[in-house]
Structures are given as C-alpha cells and as structure tokens.
C-alpha cells in the first residue's frame, strides 16, 4: 500500500480525466452523434467542472497556505491562467478568420478582445453567432469563475481564521453557500435576466465545492486515514449516492450538482489523487496537459461544425486528437516556461504541515 505523502498523488491524471470528460460530452451534443447514450450518460456522473473546482480548492488553498507572500502567491496564479490563455485566444481568432467572415463591430471586438484577456470569458458578441456552434469557446466560463475563486480565499482565510476556523463556523458558511447555490438553480428555470446569467459566472454558486477542497486539504490527517488507497470504497460509495439522488429527483449530473452528490464526488476525487499513486503518479511524466485540453476543444469543435466535411463520429475522434497535439504544444511553447518562472511549486511541498503559513 502506498504511504501518505501530500505531493505524491495524482492530480495531474485526474485534471486530465475531467478534462477529457468535458471534451467528449461538448464533442457528443455538438457534433449531434446519435447512439452511445448510455455510455455518455455514465460519464455524466462524474462531471468535469466540479472536479477542477474541487481540486482548485484542494491545492489553491495549499499553495496559498506555503506562500512567502500574497504577492507570491497572486504571481504564481497568474503565470498558470495567463499565459495558456492569451495563447489559445490567438489561435482561437487566427481559426475564426481562416473558417468564417464575421460582419465585424471594431467596437465589439475591442470589447470582446479585452474581456478575453482579462476577466470576462464567458462574453460572446454578436458577430460571433454564425460561426460553429455560435460561441467561440463557451467552455472558458469556468475561467472568471477560478480567478475570483483566487481572489476570495485569502479574505476567506481572513475570516476563518478570526474565528478560530471554529467547526460550527466551518458549517454554518457550507450551509450558507449550500444554499446560495440552490437558490441559484432554483431561479435558473424561472428568471431568465441578465443579472441571473451574471451571477451564474460568479465563483459564488460553486464556492461551496471549492471549499469541499479547501476542508480536505485542511485536515490531511482524515485524507490519510479514510480517503487514502480507498478509491474503490468511494467509487460504490459516489455511485450509490447517484443512485439515491436519481431515487429523490436530485441533480446528480453537470455542473449543478446536489450537495450530496458534490460532497461525495469530493471525498471520490481526493481518494483517487491518494490511491495507487505509485502505479498512476508519474503516468504522465510531469507533462500536464489537461488545462490546454480543456481552453481548445471548442476551438476544433467549432472549426470541424462550421467545415461540414465529416461524419460526426469522425468530428468527434479528428476533435479529440487536435485537442491533445494543440494541449501538448501548448505545454510545451508556453505553459511549462511560463510555469518555471514561479516562485513556487506544490511539488516541492515538504510533507509537514507543522509549515503551514496560515494567514
């Protein structure tokens, strides 16, 4: 059985499992493939954007944790999300002009060009709606969403920490953001206005999934002892609470899941990052490719609609494939440069958290 050691696991597997969960789903619905639901309905239970959520929040509050600095700490954030991105929005609009002809607002596309290096992703103009599937790359929402996530945690920690990260207090901020996030999907069916769609690609209704992350990362002893080389266990464990929520009428898949379903898909991720780490640790030989697979997919799934040349089981196969060589250069080119300028890597972590900097 392998031993516990914090910076020996397999996040970078599991980022790149979710990823590739993502990207089949996008290629499966866009790409209209008519048979394979029962397999898509399968992958649906272990939906990609809560995983990433539940380790941004598993290794983000680590990293901020061991920081020297809130600078630090802001820098190495930022050379993680930047670089990558600005790249992909490159290639994204390079694509878009050799495959489509928009009636382009230079105004708009100031404006869209600005929200797309910055902080405002989930924007799409109007001049983008007669190309592929008419977003450009819908999947880049969750991006605002991760970077006020970066933002919030150390004012969380703030907070937390006044309180002694008192228990009581622990829950009764869950139990706040559980119902936040209910109250978001319950007013998705009924009010359709900007403000809700706003509030949508805010970090708040997913925070508490973040904070899952957060909390298990906090308390390592209990990832030791009962999460640890006991994947398996969870795995018939997460099932079975789809099963019930499938019994109760609950949300179990996507993106909006209940918060039973969420917090049992938590407690399964961070128990595969810690089991068999000897077996699946190093499968990727250091070359973590999930965020370049998950920022491209859509530029290819856009490419391959608006060519109409292929059958859509073979969209979805040249997707996938494009996908990878694009994240591989995309790692190689930018992100591991960009990444060696850190002042801090989580995998130079000492397994001591008797270190820990807590703010």
Partial sequence: MDSFEFKRNNFDLIRLLASLQVVVLHGYHHFEIEYGSLFISFL????????????????????????????????????????????????????????????????????????????????????????????????????PVELQFYVILPFVYILLKKLNWSSFALIILILILVAINQFYIGSLSEDKSVLTKLFGVTVFPYLYIFMFGVLLQRNLSFVSKLLANKSLFLFVLYLSSAFLSSILDLNYQGSYLNPLSALMLSLLVISMAYSKVDKFGNILNGNDISYGVYIYHMIFVNMLIQSGLFSPELNLLIMILLTIIAALCSWKIIEKPALSLKKYSIKSLKNNNSNKQIL
């Fill in 44 to 143: 649906s239970l272990f939906p990609g954007v809560p995983i990433f959520f539940v380790v941004s929040g598993f290794l983000i509050s680590a990293s901020l944790e061991r920081s020297s600095s809130i600078t630090s700490y802001i820098q190495n954030r930022l050379l993680r999300i930047y670089p990558a991105l600005w790249g992909c929005f490159l290639f994204s609009i390079l694509t878009m002009f050799i495959m489509f002809t928009p009636q382009l607002d230079f105004v708009e596309f100031g404006r869209w060009t600005l929200a797309q290096l910055t902080i405002g992703q989930f924007y799409n103009p109007d001049f983008l709606r007669g190309y592929g599937v008419g977003v450009l790359n819908g999947s880049l929402w969750t991006i």
